[in-house]
Protein backbone atom coordinates (compact mmCIF):
# COMPACT_ATOMS: atom_id res chain seq x y z
CA UNK A 1 0.00 0.00 0.00
CA UNK A 2 1.02 3.46 -0.80
CA UNK A 3 0.94 6.21 2.12
CA UNK A 4 1.18 9.83 1.34
CA UNK A 5 1.94 11.88 4.69
CA UNK A 6 1.87 15.59 4.45
CA UNK A 7 3.56 17.38 7.10
CA UNK A 8 5.87 14.51 7.97
CA UNK A 9 8.37 16.13 9.56
CA UNK A 10 6.59 17.98 12.24
CA UNK A 11 6.16 16.24 15.66
CA UNK A 12 3.56 13.77 14.71
CA UNK A 13 4.37 12.89 11.25
CA UNK A 14 8.28 11.81 12.33
CA UNK A 15 6.49 9.33 14.93
CA UNK A 16 4.14 8.36 12.90
CA UNK A 17 6.51 7.97 9.69
CA UNK A 18 8.70 5.76 11.86
CA UNK A 19 5.69 3.48 13.13
CA UNK A 20 4.78 3.17 9.38
CA UNK A 21 7.42 2.86 7.66
CA UNK A 22 7.82 -1.02 7.93
CA UNK A 23 4.54 -1.83 6.72
CA UNK A 24 3.91 0.69 3.93
CA UNK A 25 5.67 2.47 1.32
CA UNK A 26 5.66 5.89 2.24
CA UNK A 27 5.67 8.93 0.63
CA UNK A 28 6.90 11.94 2.94
CA UNK A 29 6.43 15.32 2.27
CA UNK A 30 6.44 18.57 4.03
CA UNK A 31 7.46 22.71 3.26
CA UNK A 32 10.87 21.72 5.68
CA UNK A 33 12.16 18.29 4.64
CA UNK A 34 15.41 18.83 6.48
CA UNK A 35 14.35 16.98 9.42
CA UNK A 36 13.49 13.96 7.15
CA UNK A 37 16.79 13.24 5.69
CA UNK A 38 16.77 9.89 7.54
CA UNK A 39 14.88 8.56 4.90
CA UNK A 40 17.33 9.47 2.30
CA UNK A 41 18.73 6.22 0.26
CA UNK A 42 15.60 3.95 1.38
CA UNK A 43 12.87 2.85 -0.95
CA UNK A 44 10.73 5.81 1.05
CA UNK A 45 10.16 9.06 -0.94
CA UNK A 46 10.91 12.39 0.28
CA UNK A 47 9.57 15.38 -1.42
CA UNK A 48 8.81 18.93 -0.90
CA UNK A 49 5.17 20.23 -0.49
CA UNK A 50 3.65 23.16 -0.05
CA UNK A 51 0.08 22.47 0.20
CA UNK A 52 -1.50 25.75 -0.22
CA UNK A 53 -0.13 24.96 -4.10
CA UNK A 54 -3.08 22.71 -6.04
CA UNK A 55 -0.82 21.33 -8.90
CA UNK A 56 1.94 20.23 -6.36
CA UNK A 57 -0.76 18.39 -4.24
CA UNK A 58 -2.15 16.95 -7.32
CA UNK A 59 1.48 15.63 -7.99
CA UNK A 60 1.63 14.93 -5.08
CA UNK A 61 -1.03 12.69 -4.62
CA UNK A 62 -0.46 10.61 -8.07
CA UNK A 63 0.07 6.46 -7.53
CA UNK A 64 -1.13 6.87 -3.30
CA UNK A 65 -4.00 4.51 -2.10
CA UNK A 66 -3.78 6.25 1.00
CA UNK A 67 -3.40 10.55 2.43
CA UNK A 68 -2.68 11.05 5.94
CA UNK A 69 -3.12 14.76 5.77
CA UNK A 70 -1.32 16.19 8.66
CA UNK A 71 0.29 19.43 7.47
CA UNK A 72 -1.39 22.63 8.72
CA UNK A 73 -0.78 25.42 11.34
CA UNK A 74 -1.34 23.69 14.81
CA UNK A 75 -1.50 26.50 17.23
CA UNK A 76 -4.79 27.25 18.54
CA UNK A 77 -3.65 31.23 18.04
CA UNK A 78 -3.15 31.11 14.84
CA UNK A 79 -4.43 34.02 12.84
CA UNK A 80 -7.56 33.70 10.21
CA UNK A 81 -5.83 35.65 7.45
CA UNK A 82 -2.26 34.95 8.26
CA UNK A 83 -2.49 31.31 7.78
CA UNK A 84 -5.43 29.38 8.75
CA UNK A 85 -7.53 30.66 5.55
CA UNK A 86 -4.17 29.39 3.04
CA UNK A 87 -2.21 26.11 4.74
CA UNK A 88 -5.55 24.63 6.94
CA UNK A 89 -8.46 25.56 4.81
CA UNK A 90 -7.26 26.32 1.12
CA UNK A 91 -4.62 23.75 1.91
CA UNK A 92 -7.15 21.13 3.48
CA UNK A 93 -8.58 21.79 0.24
CA UNK A 94 -6.30 21.36 -1.78
CA UNK A 95 -5.58 17.93 -0.64
CA UNK A 96 -9.04 16.35 -1.06
CA UNK A 97 -9.25 17.69 -4.64
CA UNK A 98 -6.09 15.97 -5.27
CA UNK A 99 -6.59 12.66 -3.87
CA UNK A 100 -10.16 12.71 -5.22
CA UNK A 101 -8.60 13.63 -9.12
CA UNK A 102 -6.15 10.99 -8.74
CA UNK A 103 -7.74 8.10 -6.93
CA UNK A 104 -6.74 7.44 -3.82
CA UNK A 105 -9.03 5.48 -1.94
CA UNK A 106 -8.93 6.71 1.92
CA UNK A 107 -7.85 10.32 2.86
CA UNK A 108 -7.45 10.55 7.02
CA UNK A 109 -7.32 14.31 8.03
CA UNK A 110 -6.03 15.34 11.24
CA UNK A 111 -8.49 17.41 12.89
CA UNK A 112 -8.62 18.18 16.53
CA UNK A 113 -10.12 18.29 19.75
CA UNK A 114 -10.12 22.05 19.65
CA UNK A 115 -13.20 21.37 17.17
CA UNK A 116 -15.51 20.64 20.88
CA UNK A 117 -13.47 22.56 22.95
CA UNK A 118 -16.23 25.45 23.74
CA UNK A 119 -18.16 22.50 25.70
CA UNK A 120 -17.44 22.76 29.43
CA UNK A 121 -14.44 20.89 30.98
CA UNK A 122 -16.54 18.31 32.71
CA UNK A 123 -18.68 17.37 29.95
CA UNK A 124 -17.37 14.15 27.67
CA UNK A 125 -18.25 14.82 23.90
CA UNK A 126 -19.52 12.16 21.85
CA UNK A 127 -18.50 11.77 18.23
CA UNK A 128 -22.27 12.84 16.99
CA UNK A 129 -22.45 15.96 19.30
CA UNK A 130 -22.37 19.30 17.42
CA UNK A 131 -19.26 20.71 16.98
CA UNK A 132 -18.12 23.63 19.42
CA UNK A 133 -14.85 25.23 18.05
CA UNK A 134 -13.54 28.08 20.72
CA UNK A 135 -10.76 29.45 18.80
CA UNK A 136 -9.91 30.04 15.18
CA UNK A 137 -8.04 27.38 14.28
CA UNK A 138 -10.93 25.01 15.97
CA UNK A 139 -13.30 26.37 13.27
CA UNK A 140 -10.77 25.61 10.17
CA UNK A 141 -10.67 21.63 11.63
CA UNK A 142 -14.68 21.85 11.55
CA UNK A 143 -14.28 23.12 8.15
CA UNK A 144 -12.07 20.21 7.36
CA UNK A 145 -14.00 17.90 9.00
CA UNK A 146 -17.44 19.22 6.64
CA UNK A 147 -15.20 19.39 3.77
CA UNK A 148 -14.32 15.56 4.44
CA UNK A 149 -18.03 14.38 4.79
CA UNK A 150 -18.89 16.54 1.70
CA UNK A 151 -16.38 14.71 -0.27
CA UNK A 152 -17.35 11.61 1.14
CA UNK A 153 -20.74 12.29 0.47
CA UNK A 154 -21.29 13.69 -2.89
CA UNK A 155 -17.38 12.77 -4.84
CA UNK A 156 -17.25 9.07 -3.56
CA UNK A 157 -13.96 9.76 -1.40
CA UNK A 158 -13.86 7.64 2.04
CA UNK A 159 -12.72 9.99 4.67
CA UNK A 160 -11.79 9.74 8.35
CA UNK A 161 -11.43 12.36 10.66
CA UNK A 162 -9.27 11.77 13.92
CA UNK A 163 -10.07 14.34 16.46
CA UNK A 164 -6.60 14.73 17.98
CA UNK A 165 -6.20 15.56 21.45
CA UNK A 166 -3.09 16.72 23.59
CA UNK A 167 -0.55 15.06 21.97
CA UNK A 168 3.07 14.40 24.02
CA UNK A 169 5.43 11.92 24.47
CA UNK A 170 5.08 12.44 28.68
CA UNK A 171 8.71 12.39 30.73
CA UNK A 172 8.51 11.63 34.40
CA UNK A 173 10.73 14.83 34.70
CA UNK A 174 8.54 17.33 32.70
CA UNK A 175 6.17 19.80 33.21
CA UNK A 176 2.60 17.92 35.32
CA UNK A 177 -0.07 18.17 32.57
CA UNK A 178 -3.38 20.12 33.32
CA UNK A 179 -6.15 18.97 34.13
CA UNK A 180 -7.52 19.68 30.71
CA UNK A 181 -4.77 18.00 28.82
CA UNK A 182 -4.84 14.83 31.06
CA UNK A 183 -8.51 14.36 30.01
CA UNK A 184 -7.87 14.86 26.36
CA UNK A 185 -4.07 13.04 26.41
CA UNK A 186 -3.09 10.81 23.70
CA UNK A 187 0.21 9.41 23.76
CA UNK A 188 2.95 9.32 20.43
CA UNK A 189 2.28 4.79 20.85
CA UNK A 190 -1.69 5.15 21.20
CA UNK A 191 -1.87 7.78 18.34
CA UNK A 192 0.40 5.52 15.73
CA UNK A 193 -1.83 3.01 16.18
CA UNK A 194 -5.03 4.47 15.88
CA UNK A 195 -3.42 5.97 12.61
CA UNK A 196 -2.38 2.44 11.67
CA UNK A 197 -6.18 1.15 12.46
CA UNK A 198 -7.78 4.16 10.44
CA UNK A 199 -5.74 2.94 6.88
CA UNK A 200 -6.03 -0.52 7.71
CA UNK A 201 -9.69 -1.14 8.98
CA UNK A 202 -11.21 -1.64 5.71
CA UNK A 203 -15.67 -1.79 6.71
CA UNK A 204 -15.88 2.00 7.37
CA UNK A 205 -18.80 4.65 6.41
CA UNK A 206 -17.99 6.48 3.74
CA UNK A 207 -17.13 9.75 6.40
CA UNK A 208 -15.71 8.29 10.02
CA UNK A 209 -15.03 10.94 13.33
CA UNK A 210 -12.40 8.94 15.41
CA UNK A 211 -11.75 9.98 18.49
CA UNK A 212 -8.09 10.89 19.70
CA UNK A 213 -7.25 9.95 22.84
CA UNK A 214 -5.58 7.47 25.52
CA UNK A 215 -7.14 5.37 27.61
CA UNK A 216 -7.29 8.32 30.33
CA UNK A 217 -8.82 7.96 33.71
CA UNK A 218 -11.27 10.68 32.63
CA UNK A 219 -11.87 10.92 28.74
CA UNK A 220 -12.99 14.32 27.56
CA UNK A 221 -13.15 12.59 23.98
CA UNK A 222 -16.24 9.05 24.34
CA UNK A 223 -13.78 6.69 23.08
CA UNK A 224 -17.25 3.91 22.82
CA UNK A 225 -17.43 4.44 18.88
CA UNK A 226 -13.76 4.89 17.72
CA UNK A 227 -13.06 1.25 20.23
CA UNK A 228 -16.04 -0.20 17.70
CA UNK A 229 -15.38 1.25 14.55
CA UNK A 230 -11.62 0.21 14.03
CA UNK A 231 -11.15 -1.78 17.26
CA UNK A 232 -8.85 0.88 18.56
CA UNK A 233 -7.28 -0.06 22.24
CA UNK A 234 -4.94 2.38 23.72
CA UNK A 235 -2.44 1.94 26.61
CA UNK A 236 -1.47 5.23 28.10
CA UNK A 237 -3.34 6.95 31.19
CA UNK A 238 -2.51 10.82 31.36
CA UNK A 239 -3.04 10.59 35.02
CA UNK A 240 -1.72 7.12 35.94
CA UNK A 241 1.51 8.93 34.59
CA UNK A 242 0.94 12.21 36.66
CA UNK A 243 0.73 10.09 39.58
CA UNK A 244 4.55 8.21 38.55
CA UNK A 245 6.05 11.22 37.83
CA UNK A 246 4.84 13.14 41.05
CA UNK A 247 6.04 9.56 43.46
CA UNK A 248 9.22 9.49 41.26
CA UNK A 249 10.29 13.11 41.46
CA UNK A 250 12.77 14.36 44.16
CA UNK A 251 11.26 15.72 47.16
Do not use: W
Request: charged share 20%.
Amino acid sequence: MNILITGAAGKIGRNLSQHLSEAFHLRLTDLNIDRLHTYQGTSHEIMTLDVTDPEACQHACEGMDVVVHLAGDPSPNAGFYESLLDINIKGTFNVFRAAKDQGVRRVILASSAQTIEGYPIDAQVYPDMPTRPRNLYGVSKCFGESLASYFAYTEGLQSVAIRIGAYDDFQPDGPVLEARDMSAYISPADLCDLMFKAITTTDLEPFTILHGISNNRFKRLNLESTQKQVGYDPKSDAFALSQIALYDSPR
